[in-house]
């Protein structure tokens, strides 16, 4: 029997048991004595005991470590993620910098034959400031990329110093720890632990996201997304969202395969599909099924629980994803951009393992279903995060403050590379 009516046909057979104490109290409402405090103390006793022991056993893990995460983050949060109210710059993303580039710190500084090597990169394209105008190379693998990049640099020209920097604007990061013991200084927008690169905010904040039928100019303009994201969430609060878990995507990775696969068993609690993507040539590259029809970011906003998988590097939905008010269920912790450190597992979102089988999954979509409240709590705090973390000033902060530390790293006096033209 599921949990929920159990536990109601269990309350309705203790209803007897509890008349004698309910009826006791109602003759206590013109009467303050000891016997009718002890009344009410044992009528709360009794109905606390009877839920905690009617719980199901296999969600205390669950909420376990959603209490500890509770602790950990009240008890750190205020000391470091907060808004400076003279900038008005949050300082959320800050230890991002100072980690990525504790490395080059810790070498000494940024050397020339550093920065050499990171020229030798395939397909890498060199930025330089000078006297505040910007200057690239020639060599832009997606030229929309490199547009949503400059959009921010070109509005920091005049609060940044002379400098110089190599940047990848491709998925993958591109300085390996193990193919390079000495680090290499790389910017890019996705990483794991294995790499050097120094992350910076995605392209996609503005313009050069991928191109899709329903986005034929690319992904961007997160600016725009704050507002319709926002009033798609104020449309469907959490009371009003579907009850069911939701994905769409391409298949770009495995990973996805048991969300899809327990989709089409259990159509009516999650609706996970795979669309085309620019590899896709018959229904065996998505799992032999038609594929499914792209949805707006905004239609996720209807349901209550939402999935996010990397894709080739990390999945630039995530942030969009918090903003519906919807529970976000992150699957892996190994891929990341500059903003999801400041995110705590159990706190502002469900962690999922990136090799959770079919009923894994099930078990953290009943885990949801038999504690809303919970669940709701967890989505509200995302959404918060996001909204007053990773506000569209908040990129433009982040850059600036990336590229002052990086540059305070360089070696040697920056000159003109004739090589580069002006943006």
Not at 78 to 93: A, F, I, P
Not at 209 to 230: C, M
Not at 296 to 320: I, M, P, Q
Request: net charge neutral; charged share 25%.
């Amino acid at each position: 029997m599921h949990f929920h009516s159990f536990f109601i046909v269990y309350l309705l057979l203790q209803i007897s048991r509890f008349g004698s104490l309910q009826q006791h109290k109602q003759g206590c409402s013109s009467t303050i004595n000891s016997d009718c405090n002890q009344v009410e103390s044992e009528s709360n006793n009794h109905l606390q005991h009877e839920k905690q022991k009617y719980l199901n056993p296999a969600w205390q893990p669950f909420l376990d470590s959603i209490s500890r995460a509770e602790q950990e983050y009240d008890a750190v949060s205020s000391k470091s993620c907060y808004r400076d109210l003279t900038t008005d710059c949050t300082l959320c993303h800050d230890n991002v910098i100072i980690n990525d580039l504790a490395p080059f710190q810790d070498a000494g500084g940024i050397s020339k034959a550093m920065m050499e090597a990171a020229s030798q990169i395939k397909r890498i394209t060199k930025y330089q400031i000078i006297n505040h105008k910007l200057y690239r190379s020639e060599n832009c693998m997606f030229p929309f990329r490199c547009k949503g990049i400059e959009y921010f640099l070109k509005s920091l020209l005049s609060e940044l110093p002379d400098t110089e920097f190599y940047l990848n604007c491709r998925d993958w990061p591109m300085a390996s720890r193990y193919l390079s013991k000495e680090p290499i200084p790389v910017f890019s927008f996705s990483k794991t632990s294995e790499y050097w690169d120094i992350m910076y905010p995605a392209w996609t904040f503005w313009e050069g996201g991928p191109a899709l039928d329903i986005f034929p100019t690319g992904l961007g303009r997160w600016d725009k997304y704050i507002t319709s994201l926002t009033t798609q969430a104020n449309k469907y609060p959490w009371s009003k969202k579907l009850d069911k878990g939701f994905f769409r995507g391409s298949r770009t990775s495995a990973e996805r395969d048991p969300l899809i696969l327990l989709s089409r068993q259990n159509p009516d609690i999650i609706d996970a599909q795979f669309t085309k993507n620019q590899a896709w040539r018959s229904d065996k590259d998505t799992l032999g099924a038609q594929p499914a029809d792209e949805v707006t970011l905004e239609h996720h906003c209807r349901y209550k629980y939402l999935f996010n998988y990397r894709g080739v590097a990390a999945s630039f939905r995530l942030k969009h994803l918090f903003l519906c008010g919807s529970l976000v269920i992150h699957v892996g912790d190994e891929w990341k951009e500059f903003f999801y450190p400041g995110l705590k597992p159990w706190y502002h979102y469900i962690p999922l393992s990136a090799s959770a089988t079919q009923q894994q999954i099930l078990q953290t979509l009943e885990f949801v279903w038999e504690n809303k409240d919970t669940a709701g709590k967890i989505a509200d705090r995302g959404f918060n995060f996001i909204s007053e973390h990773l506000k569209f000033k908040d990129i433009g902060c982040y850059w600036r403050k990336l590229l002052v530390a990086y540059t305070e790293l360089l070696k040697y006096p920056i000159t003109r590379d004739y090589t580069l033209f002006e943006i």
